[in-house]
């Protein structure tokens, strides 16, 4: 498994600052304002609350990074990359909008100020699973049911275990929509079947 960092264009977005940002940003710049260590001593984490965390970017340098978490569930995440004057002019309340880059994928909300920006989500992939989704694809048009499918993947697959088996065939949701999931119990079963037959057939050769 190679996992590929391949940085996908993003797109210019407008956004509101959310109240929770600001309140943050208001923190940040009284932090400033009083020559704080938090925001005077360069880290990635000094300064933060429940949402949101980061600090100064380089000795004596006018930049702050943060990482923001928009929603509740710390799913999403805005990189933000902003100068003490625009945080000033935030809690200000004078700066209302950020321009920011985000994913062109329509499910992914994270944003960023660079318009370079890595996306977690989006950004990395596995290099092995479009060759092995493409199999999976193959195993399960050739099956007709549980059964058939666990005989055309032990074919293409011989020494999965059985929780991989089980993730790869669950990973193909429709799968376990359409003919139920497999429990270990019943892959072990099953393989053990599978190993007798293989084993008769070499027996007869
Ligand atoms: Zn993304």
């Not at 989500?121 to 479009?130: A, E, I, Q, W």
């Not at 694809?137 to 059964?147: D, L, M």
């Not at 032990?154 to 429709?174: E, G, K, L, V, W």
Request: proline share 4%.
């Amino acid at each position: 498994m190679a996992i590929i960092k391949d940085v996908k264009p993003k797109q210019k977005k407008e956004v509101l600052i959310p109240d929770r940002l600001k309140e943050f940003l208001t923190y940040v710049n009284s932090l400033i304002l009083n020559k704080d260590e938090a925001a005077t001593i360069p880290s990635d984490d000094l300064i933060q609350n429940d949402f949101a965390s980061g600090g100064l970017e380089e000795e004596n340098g006018n930049s702050y990074y943060f990482t923001y978490s928009p929603e509740e569930i710390a799913r999403d995440e805005w990189k933000l990359r902003l100068d003490k004057e625009t945080i000033n002019k935030i809690s200000q309340g004078t700066i209302k909008k950020l321009t920011l880059w985000g994913c062109a994928k329509n499910n992914c909300h994270n944003l960023f100020s660079n318009p370079k920006g890595t996306c977690s989500r989006c950004d990395y992939f596995d290099d092995k699973k479009p060759a092995k989704d493409k199999k999976l694809r193959k195993i399960r048009e050739a099956s007709n049911n549980k059964a058939e499918w666990l005989l055309n993947y032990f074919a293409i697959f011989p020494n999965s275990s059985p929780p991989q088996i089980i993730r790869d065939y669950n990973s193909d949701t429709a799968l376990g929509a359409k003919w139920g999931s497999f429990t270990i119990n019943e892959i072990v079963d099953k393989m053990k079947e599978i190993e007798k037959i293989f084993s008769t057939k070499n027996h007869k050769r």
